[in-house]
């Protein structure tokens, strides 16, 4: 498999219990995201964010294989992380690490979904 196979994996994190002065911490959170994305191998073409009064941030982080998002729930003390990388370069699992490293103690829920078929399965596929 290359790099441009139509394949990717999606990783999805429900994370809650976070300390408060943590969730509050949109920087910190934002950060963790970025320096996941380099330790990932992926690149990072933009970043859109909109923060919330009075409290709370969703932020879109545009690569050149795909995106991330975080929705904090401060009032939950929970946020949302997505990260879906095309291809087979990028590891989109040490985003998600990285976000959790940098939160400290709290309960997450990982999920991480293959997507995509191998270029040599479309070849046998037929349009709709």
Avoid: W
Avoid at 12 to 27: A, G
Avoid at 37 to 49: F, V
């Amino acid at each position: 498999m290359n790099d441009f196979d139509f394949t990717g994996t999606h990783v999805l994190c429900d994370i809650s219990e976070v300390s408060p002065e943590t969730i509050e911490n949109d920087d910190l959170i934002l950060d963790a995201v970025v320096r996941g994305i380099k330790s990932s191998g992926a690149t990072l073409c933009g970043t859109r964010e909109k923060k919330f009064e009075p409290l709370g941030v969703t932020a879109v982080f545009v690569l050149s294989e795909s995106h991330v998002s975080v929705h904090t729930y401060p009032e939950r003390r929970s946020l949302f992380v997505d990260a879906f990388t095309c291809g087979t370069r990028c590891d989109p699992e040490q985003i998600v690490e990285e976000v959790l490293r940098a939160l400290g103690p709290c309960e997450a829920r990982t999920s991480v979904i293959q997507r995509g078929t191998p270029a040599r399965s479309l070849a046998t596929t037929e349009a709709l």
